[in-house]
């Protein structure tokens, strides 16, 4: 494992039990983001970087009991913690790095990743990875629940334009690695980047 994997995977570990109550409000947003992904019942979906998997159950809703939900993290105490708060009935677990999925070129119909962009030490090689699992016309979801500039003033820092989350730099980067970004959001309760696999 390189060294920035090493330090995602501290940096969550060390979070992983207290992750849930730190953000207690959060459900709506996840539930009203996931509406706007459009699954259908019967769909494969991937939660990367599921964390303690509080996409899961919303996403097994979205595709139903005939529909494959897939939780891959990198951090094990992150999927511990799924276990623990009884989510894990909702989808197959994967220990992996999002940048290596053991998974067949499209079989994927959809990405949900919350929080996971600004944590990808490569985000171009992510992104071309999660194409390669997602068919033509599959959707990717980029959600965090607060916006930018709200997230960088809880972190004590200023937005900047060079952010990985920028609108010109996610657009040329989702473009680069065979996305187009079809919708972009960032208000203070909101981060929503939706792009189709070309
Ligand atoms: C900010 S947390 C978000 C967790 C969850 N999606 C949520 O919304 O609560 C980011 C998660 O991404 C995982 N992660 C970061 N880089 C990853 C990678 N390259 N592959 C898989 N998971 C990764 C971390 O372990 C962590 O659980």
Redesign the pocket.
């Known amino acids: 494992m390189t060294d920035d994997?090493r330090a995602?995977?501290e940096?969550?570990t060390e979070?992983?039990a207290r992750?849930?109550a730190r953000?207690p409000e959060?459900g709506p947003a996840?539930a009203a983001a996931i509406a706007e992904v459009g699954l259908r019942p019967g769909e494969t979906v991937l939660?990367?970087?599921?964390?303690?998997?509080?996409?899961l159950p919303l996403l097994r809703t979205a595709v139903g009991p005939d529909g494959t939900v897939l939780g891959?993290?990198?951090?094990p105490a992150?999927l511990r913690q799924v276990v623990t708060a009884g989510r894990a009935r909702s989808a197959s677990l994967l220990l992996?790095?999002?940048?290596r999925l053991p998974l067949r070129d499209g079989s994927l119909d959809a990405v949900f990743?919350?929080?996971?962009i600004?944590?990808?030490?490569g985000p171009e090689t992510?992104l071309r990875e999660l194409a390669r699992v997602v068919r033509p016309q599959g959707r990717l979801a980029l959600?965090?629940?607060v916006g930018r500039a709200a997230l960088a003033a809880r972190q004590g820092r200023q937005i900047t334009a060079d952010d990985i989350r920028a609108e010109p730099r996610l657009r040329a980067l989702l473009a680069a690695t065979g996305w187009r970004l079809v919708s972009y959001v960032d208000e203070d309760d909101r981060y929503l980047a939706l792009a189709v696999r070309e």
Do not use: E, I, K, N
């Open positions: 994997r995602v995977r940096f969550f979070r992983a992750w849930d953000f959060d996840y939660d990367a970087g599921c964390g303690t998997g509080r996409a891959a993290d990198l951090t992150m992996t790095d999002v940048a990743g919350a929080g996971l600004s944590h990808l030490p992510g959600f965090h629940p």
